[in-house]
T-cell receptor, first 114, second 109 residues
């Protein structure tokens, strides 16, 4: 099993450009999450999904959109990138969102917006 | 607001014991997680506590006091490979994980 995979691993964008980050999991997990991680701060939840066809906003959703058309995939889109979106983005998945259900993380995408 | 506090950085010696503290103030509590994150890598699960007390798992133990809003991660017989950041996270009343900024642990020979 590959677990959780993310593409791309690195990307440099210019301000105003758009891109999509892809997350895939092969563990048949219902829940999927997108986080960003910035120096000196904890992981912050951008959007999440509790099942195929559903999405919900997290703590910092502005400037991002997501889609979960297939259970195994969760896409994060940046329509018009800004330097403030320079960060490391992690996708994670779990069997559910309740109590003892550890989240499994992908390797991350390092995004720089110039 | 919701807040999780951990020391920014700690240094310890190979073979020794280190305790990493975490205090939290969150809207509701449905458990506390500890994750390990090596530099440039993804976080990986270490432990979960929902009841007060100590959970032991090999060289790692995690303690929780819900009344004090406090947890610690205890690492024994430190190895160089334990050099990493340790992330404390609380599952709040909405079953969302609130993350601390992490504690960078440096192990010296």
């Amino acid at each position: 099993n590959a677990g959780v995979t993310q593409t791309p691993k690195f990307r440099v964008l210019k301000t105003g450009q758009s891109m999509t980050l892809l997350c895939a999991q092969d563990m048949n997990h219902e829940y999927m999450y997108w986080y960003r991680q910035d120096p000196g701060m904890g992981l912050r939840l951008i959007h999440y999904s509790v099942g195929e066809g559903t999405t919900a906003k997290g703590e910092v959703p502005d400037g991002y959109n997501v889609s979960r058309l297939k259970k195994q995939n969760f896409l994060l889109g940046l329509e018009s990138a800004a330097p403030s979106q320079t960060s490391v983005y992690f996708c994670a998945s779990s069997t559910s969102g309740e109590s003892y259900n550890e989240q499994f993380f992908g390797p991350g995408t390092r995004l720089t917006v110039l | 607001g919701q807040n999780i506090d951990q020391p920014t950085e700690m240094t310890a010696t190979e073979g020794a014991i280190v305790q990493i503290n975490c205090t939290y103030q969150t809207s509701g509590f449905n458990g506390l997680f500890w994750y390990q994150q090596h530099a440039g890598e993804a976080p990986t699960f270490l432990s979960y506590n929902v009841l007060d007390g100590l959970e032991e798992k090999g060289r790692f133990s995690s303690f929780l006091s819900r009344t004090k809003g406090y947890s610690y991660l205890l690492l024994k017989e430190l190895q160089m490979k334990d050099s990493a950041s340790y992330l404390c996270a609380v599952l709040d009343s909405n079953y969302q994980l609130i993350w601390g900024a992490g504690t960078k642990l440096i192990i010296k020979p």
